[in-house]
């Protein structure tokens, strides 16, 4: 449906993004994951037409954005991170406006405003000015906005940022359910976000693609990566390195933190066997006490700190 090929953007000197391949399938939710200034919304405006790519191209259903782009905006819907609303109307009369915009027809232009109304949850506030409705109301007008014109895709910049617990649920369902329908894109930096809605990921960073797949098949990339955490009483993180580090399948010991007693290790193993054992063998000889001693594998969170901080 969406394919994008070396996609690039320089604002002066600085490459925002470099040569972004990708595609997307009709009724996909992709999530476009990565750090702050990774380039996620400068990709997510080259993709709505908002900017123009420096090289590269957008093709939509066979169109090309900047060749059609009247075409291709009439079947899309966006909503940046801060939604453009007007604050000093009430939301029926905004949403009435935007309606009118986008050149709903008048016989059924009261019935889409109340289907989006039931669909966002803003029933209970479209008499009220927008100024006074919180943050979270406010994104679900601006999610009312972006869905008027019935769009095939939907493309969302950062959509719970700034909002409380509750509201992050609330919006996270109603993406869920338009996604049902739609093809959705939408941006975050939250790794709970996108392992909870997208059906894919794709991480970038520095302008760059460094991982692209399903958040269980990002896992499966990490094969049989685990990670020991030991916290031992009268141990130095020299003595334990030296130890654990000639057993075979452990690749790294990293220190967490250390005091004058108390010594926490993160060691990083890579093998299809449970070293614990083996571990556990070491450390027996020694007046180390140990307090703590648990294996974790690799969650969406080591693996985007591991790709960004080793593409950085």
């Excluded at 996909?28 to 590269?56: D, H, V, Y």
């Amino acid at each position: 449906m969406i394919q994008v090929e070396n996609l690039t953007k320089y604002y002066s000197d600085l490459c925002a993004v470099a040569q972004i391949n990708m595609e997307i399938q009709k009724g996909e939710i992709l999530g476009l994951l990565g750090p702050n200034g990774a380039g996620k919304t400068t990709t997510l405006r080259m993709l709505t037409g908002f900017l123009r790519p420096s090289s590269g191209s957008v093709n939509i259903l066979n169109q090309n954005i900047e060749e059609h782009p009247l075409e291709i905006k009439k079947i899309l819907g966006y909503l940046p991170e801060s939604a453009p609303l007007y604050h000093d109307m009430l939301v029926y009369d905004y949403l009435n406006y935007v309606a009118d915009i986008r050149g709903i027809e008048k016989g059924r232009k009261l019935d889409r405003i109340r289907q989006l109304a039931d669909l966002c949850g803003i029933n209970e506030v479209m008499h009220q000015p927008i100024n006074e409705l919180s943050k979270g109301y406010k994104q679900r007008v601006g999610l009312a906005h972006a869905m008027m014109n019935d769009p095939e895709i939907l493309v969302l910049d950062e959509p719970t940022s700034g909002l409380d617990p509750n509201q992050i649920v609330e919006i996270r369902q109603i993406i869920k359910q338009i996604g049902k329908e739609k093809t959705i894109i939408l941006s975050t930096h939250i790794l709970s976000e996108a392992e909870a809605t997208c059906d894919r990921v794709v991480i970038i960073n520095r302008g760059k693609i460094v991982a692209d797949g399903s958040t269980d098949s990002l896992k499966e990339m990490a094969g049989d990566k685990k990670f020991i955490h030991l916290t031992l009483l009268n141990a130095d993180f020299k003595s334990v390195d030296t130890k654990l580090s000639n057993i075979e399948g452990i690749t790294g010991v990293r220190r967490i933190a250390e005091t004058d007693t108390q010594l926490d290790v993160c060691v990083d193993c890579r093998s299809s066997f449970d070293l614990r054992a083996a571990i556990y063998q070491e450390i027996k000889p020694t007046d180390w006490v140990v307090l703590d001693f648990h294996q974790k594998t690799q969650t969406l969170e080591t693996i985007f700190r591991e790709l960004t901080m080793e593409s950085a």
